[in-house]
Nanobody, 127 residues
Framework: VQLQASGGGLVQVGGSLTLSCAAS????????MGWFRQAPGKEREFVAA????????YYSDSVKGRFTISRDNAKNTVYLQMNSLKTEDTAVYYC?????????????????????WGKGTQVTVSS
């Protein structure tokens, strides 16, 4: 399984970006997908996740109400729409696929439940 994130870039405070993550393989629709981020000097942080069907979504408190995760299983792609961006959103954003089965939310948040990771895309928000 390969995950390729794209769509990062430089944006001003208050602006918007949409990240995409394209996955290889034929079983994309069976797995929960997530977005994580890591800012310089900081630990990796959970951002959002979406269930296999798209029916359930999870967000960190820091992005709730500003970011929207979605997926298109026909295109093997998961998206992260980011609005009202802040300087503290600056980070490398990674998409990841979980290992399948029943996953505890805590494991999802820590990333322990994620089996495959993409290489990341840089998002820089300038003031």
């Amino acid at each position: 399984v390969q995950l390729q994130a794209s769509g990062g870039g430089l944006v001003q405070v208050g602006g918007s970006l949409t990240l995409s993550c394209a996955a290889s393989g034929r079983t994309f629709s069976r797995y929960t997908m997530g977005w994580f981020r890591q800012a310089p000097g900081k630990e990796r942080e959970f951002v959002a996740a979406i269930s296999w069907s798209g029916g359930t979504t999870y967000y960190s408190d820091s992005v709730k109400g500003r970011f929207t995760i979605s997926r298109d299983n026909a295109k093997n792609t998961v998206y992260l729409q980011m609005n009202s961006l802040k300087t503290e959103d600056t980070a490398v954003y990674y998409c990841a696929r979980d290992m399948g089965g029943v996953v505890a939310f805590r494991s999802l948040q820590t990333g322990d439940a994620m089996e495959y990771w993409g290489k990341g895309t840089q998002v820089t928000v300038s003031s």
